[in-house]
Nanobody, 116 residues
C-alpha cells in the first residue's frame, strides 16, 4: 500500500523559509522520480521541482529557480523541498509525487501560506 506523510507546511512571512518533507512507503522509492507540485486556488496544479531516482538530476519551474531546492534521501525514502525567499505567490497546497513510467502516486498535500 502506497503511503506518503507530508510535513513542513505552514504560515510564513514573505522572505521567510520552509522545508517540506515527504516520507514514502509501499513502493521502490529509489526507482521513482520524485516531484513537488503545487496548486493555488483557482489555478491548475503545476510542477515546482523534480528529482530523478538515480543520480539526482533536478528540474525546477522558472518561478522558483534559485529559491527552492529539491533533494532526496533514498535510505529514508524521503524527498525534501527547501523553500527560501518565499513570496506571496508561492501560497498553495504542495503535493508530493512519485513517477515511474505509467505509475504515478500522489501525497495528500500540505498547505503553504505566505502572508504578512
Amino acid at each position: 500500500q502506497v503511503q506518503f506523510v507530508e510535513s513542513g507546511g505552514g504560515l510564513v512571512q514573505p522572505g521567510g523559509s520552509l522545508r517540506l518533507s515527504c516520507a514514502a512507503s509501499g513502493f521502490m522509492f529509489s526507482m521513482y522520480a520524485m516531484g513537488w507540485y503545487r496548486q493555488a486556488p483557482g489555478k491548475e496544479r503545476e510542477l515546482v521541482a523534480s528529482i530523478s531516482g538515480v543520480g539526482g538530476t533536478t528540474n525546477y519551474a522558472n518561478s522558483v529557480k534559485g529559491r527552492f531546492t529539491i533533494s532526496r534521501d533514498n535510505a529514508k525514502n524521503t524527498v525534501y523541498l527547501q523553500m527560501n525567499s518565499l513570496k506571496l505567490e508561492d501560497t498553495a497546497v504542495y503535493y508530493c509525487n512519485a513517477l515511474r513510467g505509467p505509475s504515478a502516486y500522489w501525497g495528500q498535500g500540505t498547505q503553504v501560506t505566505v502572508s504578512s
